[in-house]
């Protein structure tokens, strides 16, 4: 048996249900304080008699009712799903709240060190292009190709979780933002609105640590990309051309620019980002414009 394999499944669910439970958990305790159900809503945790006593004559139902074990587990699959559906709608509008971080293509950083190189390696070549040579060259970029995924997979889990809370604490600002605006012009919150204030603090906060933590691993990323592929490249120019090509290689394989690791974007439904869907519209109109001018001219 693979204990340790075991052990990072249950932390693995373990971190799943736990941002579940915050996010949906905040969302019905700010819910709550427009819904009159006594005490509450009185500061940060409800009163604990009232759930006791809630619990116990939700029992005392079932045990009159004879309700099963199995419309036990269907009450929980229910509460579980609305939790997880809460959790994923708060997810995907975080993902159209501008702004959001667009990590820089990987490809992009392998071109930015290796086009020249390239070059330099056809002209090492001479004038022969066997069949063996292109191979041999085309297994090698595969190679590094390999290396963007390797390098990507290594970072994908800190980048997902981060990119993941970015989202989530953007909706929370908007929603905490929203619901205070709300409570304080319609006067029907139970709750203590400074909590709602607290709540968008703190999601402000996140905001700001999620982005500075998303550059700061996208820039590892690109930087760790950029070693491993300068260093497969170099090593691969000593066994393919002499040693005046391999230092011009090397000069070449030098960072060109100064690459940004990611970077802030709108992003709109189907199109991705707001600069192509304003390209496509550009597009759109040039052509709309087109077919007039052929048609009056007709």
């Known amino acids: 048996m693979d204990v340790e394999g075991l052990l990072q499944s249950v932390i693995r669910f373990s971190n799943f249900m736990t941002s579940r439970l915050i996010v949906a958990g905040v969302v019905f305790y700010v819910a709550s304080g427009f819904t009159h159900i006594g005490s509450s809503s009185e500061g940060f945790l409800p009163d604990m008699d009232l759930i006791n006593n809630v619990v116990e004559n939700y029992q005392n139902i079932f045990d009159v009712l004879g309700v099963s074990d199995f ?12 939790i997880h559906l809460i959790y994923i709608v708060f997810e995907r509008v975080g993902s159209y709240i501008p702004p959001a971080i667009v990590p820089l293509a990987g490809g992009t950083a392998i071109d930015d060190v290796t086009l020249s190189a390239f070059d330099i390696l056809r002209e090492a070549r001479g004038e022969e292009h066997t069949d063996e040579e292109n191979q041999r060259l ?23 979780a981060e990119e993941t809370a970015f989202r989530i604490s953007k909706t929370f600002i908007v929603f905490s ?30 905001a700001l640590y999620t982005s500075f933590a998303i550059f700061r691993c996208n820039h590892s990323r690109i930087s760790s990309l950029r070693e491993d592929v300068i260093y497969q490249f170099t090593g691969f120019a000593r066994i393919w051309a002499a040693e005046e090509y391999q230092k011009r290689i090397a000069t070449a394989c030098a960072p060109s620019r100064e690459l940004k690791p990611a970077a802030f974007a709108v992003l709109v439904p189907v199109y991705g980002t707001l600069d192509v869907f304003l390209e496509d519209w550009r597009r759109w109109r040039r052509l709309r414009r087109l077919k007039r001018l052929r048609g009056t001219n007709a």
């Open 71 to 82: 419309a036990l587990l269907l009450i929980l699959f229910v509460f579980l799903t609305t």
């Open 138 to 160: 085309y297994e090698f970029k595969k190679k590094l190709k390999e290396i963007e995924l390797e390098v990507d997979t290594r970072f994908s889990d800190e980048l997902t």
């Open 177 to 206: 933002l929203g619901v205070w605006i709300y409570a304080m012009l319609a006067g029907t919150y139970t709750g203590d609105k400074n909590i709602l204030l607290i709540i968008l603090a703190l999601s402000i906060l996140t």
